[in-house]
């Protein structure tokens, strides 16, 4: 299966949605590098299921069991020690009679057909399987484990949630500090813009009860990226952000700086001037994301992640019956997000927060 990325620091996300549990293998961690573990469960509590009501019903802990890799350093703290670190969340409210019925009517949207086409029919599908966003609790282990080792070299990794429909959240400010990330993450709802939140959130309640789903867009940014980190084409920035990014269930778009709204601009708009500011180069805006080349300029790095709506949908939905190969229609029944967008910001933050620390981590820049 291809659900591990990176060289230098390798990291590896296995289970399933109703299996026994699921968890994260990271190897290339440098040692000796603290995590407050008391921290990295407040940034896995941001994603984690039945605690609003707009999410999923589901309830689960997502308390991390260190199985290798740490040290213990006093109270709520490990240390890594060089050894593969392997962390292990446990699923506890499965309800997977839910899917019964499920195993021969593919859901429209979901990936239950295309994993019974390249399993021969063996695939655990139950609450999507692998392909769940329960996986995302893993990524969330390791990603805020990263995002602590980048804070210790001055880099800062923060996300918001930019739309819901066509509901629109204030944009980063050019240069967003890590005070207003943490404002951000410490709300209930992950806006810049609370009354934009409330129309989101407005959004999200109509669509789940007209049994229904919404789709929604999260921006990411990641400040303090010193410039130079990246290689050419299929080795720069924007490429390994975005390969990890859409490994994220319901990601279908990625784009950075100004994206696509670029291709309706005139080079003279596009174009982020170059100036001189306390001892460095910058720019006077940042519609190129922070990224030239595939090479960050040591502006902040800022991409988009836009996701679908939520294909588990109470409303009957046209599929068909493998065995019998005739079309049917089918319910879904069980526990459903209306929207997944919301609580995937920290996800977000997550991925980017990984990528740059094995950039870092293999290219060195005097940070480690």
Request: proline fraction near 7%.
């Amino acid at each position: 299966m291809g659900s591990e990325f990176g060289k230098t620091l390798k990291i590896s996300i296995f289970g399933q949605s109703h299996g026994a549990g699921i968890g994260v293998l990271m190897d290339g961690l440098p040692a000796g590098e603290e995590i407050d573990t008391n921290a990295l469960q407040a940034f896995l509590d941001r994603r984690r299921p039945g605690k609003d009501p707009l999410s999923t019903a589901r309830k689960e802990t997502d308390v991390p069991r260190f199985l290798s890799g740490v040290l213990p350093a006093g109270e709520g703290k490990l240390l890594t020690c060089g050894a593969p670190l392997l962390a292990v969340l446990d699923n506890a409210d499965q309800r997977s009679g839910d899917y019964d019925a499920l195993r021969d009517t593919p859901r429209p949207g979901h990936a239950d057909y295309t994993a019974w086409v390249k399993w021969k029919g063996y695939a655990d599908m139950r609450g999507g399987g692998h392909f769940s966003g329960r996986l995302t609790a893993p990524l969330c282990a390791a990603g805020g484990i990263a995002k602590q080792i980048l804070s210790r070299r001055g880099i800062a990794v923060g996300a918001h949630l930019a739309s819901v429909g066509d509901a629109e959240d204030a944009p980063f400010p050019l240069y967003p500090a890590a005070e207003l990330f943490q404002a951000v993450a410490e709300k209930p709802f992950p806006v810049l813009d609370d009354d934009a939140g409330e129309r989101m959130r407005s959004l999200i309640a109509q669509a789940r009860q007209d049994q229904d789903s919404v789709g929604g867009v999260v921006e990411c940014a990641a400040v303090g990226v010193p410039a130079g980190l990246g290689e050419p084409m299929f080795e720069g920035v924007e490429s390994r952000i975005a390969a990890v990014v859409f490994g994220i269930p319901a990601v279908k778009g990625v784009e950075f700086g100004a994206g696509f709204a670029a291709s309706r601009l005139r080079g003279s708009e596009n174009n982020d001037p170059f100036v001189w500011e306390q001892g460095a180069v910058r720019t006077t805006r940042n519609r190129a994301g922070g990224i030239l080349g595939g090479i960050t300029t040591g502006m902040p790095v800022v991409f988009r992640a836009a996701f679908k709506p939520t294909p588990s949908i109470a409303r009957a939905q046209e599929t068909v019956r493998l065995s019998y190969e005739e079309g049917a229609e089918l319910r879904i029944p069980g526990r459903h997000d209306p929207c997944v967008a919301h609580r995937a910001v920290p996800v977000v933050e997550a991925a980017a927060a990984a990528v740059l620390l094995e950039m870092l981590l293999e290219g060195n820049h005097g940070t480690f």
